[in-house]
């Protein structure tokens, strides 16, 4: 999957983060041809939402499975196998370096973009003081970056406020994720570590995910279609 796409809708992935499959395809609906690529995790995932999957590549559209698979290797690789018939565009590993090299075997020959989830972008520097990493956000970012280049990943998910200093890991071939988008003026909710769409895009993100500002607005469409332009706009 090419790192920079061409159009600035297929950088734009917008969470399908709701616990009714009829709900999704409503959304999906309503957004119309303004969005190309769409998440299912958790949430989705186990109410139904592999069998949406399918849908949704039969229309056209790619999808991005956030299941952040971690386990012992071997489970990790027959899970990203039987993933595989799905036909997903993406697919989330926990960035720990043997669940990476186990899902690179599981996914090999395949099209799937592989994504090292490095630190989640609801957690700070305190947050991972409290689990016990001896770290800051930025610095596992990094070490976790450099893991998944040399496991052979398609790419990592990041904050935005880590993606700049991420490239130099990584090379200009390699996809950015970022996750905890917020168009000005959007509440945090419960990210800590945002940025805008254009600031995310300046700092060399690939592709934004984008949930609530999107499908909790009063009209999930326009507001696609906004944060499209402005993505359009920061990437000239």
């Given at each position: 999957?090419?790192?920079?796409?061409?159009?600035?809708?297929?950088?734009?992935?917008?969470?399908?983060?709701?616990?009714?499959?009829?709900?999704?395809?409503?959304?999906?609906?309503?957004?119309?041809?303004?969005?190309v690529?769409y998440?299912?995790?958790?949430q989705?995932a186990?109410?139904?939402?592999?069998?949406?999957?399918?849908?949704?590549?039969?229309?056209?559209?790619?999808?991005f499975?956030?299941?952040?698979?971690?386990?012992?290797?071997?489970?990790?690789?027959?899970?990203?196998?039987?993933?595989?018939?799905?036909g997903?565009?993406?697919?989330?590993?926990?960035?720990?370096?043997?669940?990476?090299?186990?899902?690179?075997?599981?996914?090999?020959?395949?099209?799937i973009?592989?994504?090292?989830?490095?630190?989640?972008?609801?957690?700070?520097?305190?947050?991972?003081?409290?689990?016990?990493y001896?770290?800051?956000?930025?610095?596992?970012?990094?070490?976790?970056?450099?893991?998944?280049?040399?496991?052979?990943?398609?790419?990592?998910?990041?904050?935005?406020?880590?993606a700049?200093?991420?490239?130099?890991?990584?090379?200009e071939?390699?996809?950015?994720?970022?996750?905890?988008?917020?168009?000005?003026?959007?509440p945090?909710?419960?990210?800590?570590?945002?940025?805008?769409?254009?600031?995310?895009?300046?700092?060399?993100?690939?592709h934004?995910?984008?949930g609530r500002?999107?499908?909790?607005?009063?009209?999930?469409?326009?507001?696609?279609?906004?944060?499209?332009?402005?993505?359009?706009?920061?990437?000239?």
């Amino acid at each position: 999957m090419s790192s920079n796409p061409e159009d600035a809708r297929e950088r734009m992935i917008v969470a399908l983060d709701v616990s009714d499959v009829d709900e999704a395809r409503r959304l999906v609906e309503t957004i119309g041809e303004e969005a190309v690529f769409y998440k299912i995790g958790y949430q989705l995932a186990f109410a139904g939402g592999l069998d949406l999957v399918r849908e949704l590549k039969q229309a056209g559209k790619k999808v991005f499975l956030d299941l952040k698979l971690l386990d012992i290797d071997n489970t990790v690789q027959k899970g990203v196998e039987s993933l595989r018939p799905l036909g997903i565009d993406m697919l989330t590993i926990h960035a720990y370096p043997q669940a990476m090299a186990a899902a690179v075997r599981g996914a090999a020959g395949s099209p799937i973009c592989l994504l090292g989830v490095t630190v989640l972008t609801s957690m700070d520097d305190g947050d991972l003081q409290e689990a016990g990493y001896g770290t800051i956000a930025s610095m596992l970012v990094e070490q976790r970056a450099g893991q998944a280049r040399a496991a052979g990943m398609g790419g990592i998910v990041c904050s935005a406020k880590e993606a700049h200093q991420v490239r130099r890991h990584l090379g200009e071939d390699m996809v950015v994720v970022t996750p905890g988008i917020r168009p000005e003026g959007s509440p945090s909710d419960d990210q800590k570590r945002v940025v805008t769409p254009a600031v995310a895009i300046g700092a060399g993100a690939t592709h934004l995910v984008i949930g609530r500002p999107i499908t909790a607005a009063a009209d999930p469409r326009g507001a696609a279609r906004d944060i499209v332009a402005e993505i359009a706009r920061a990437a000239r």
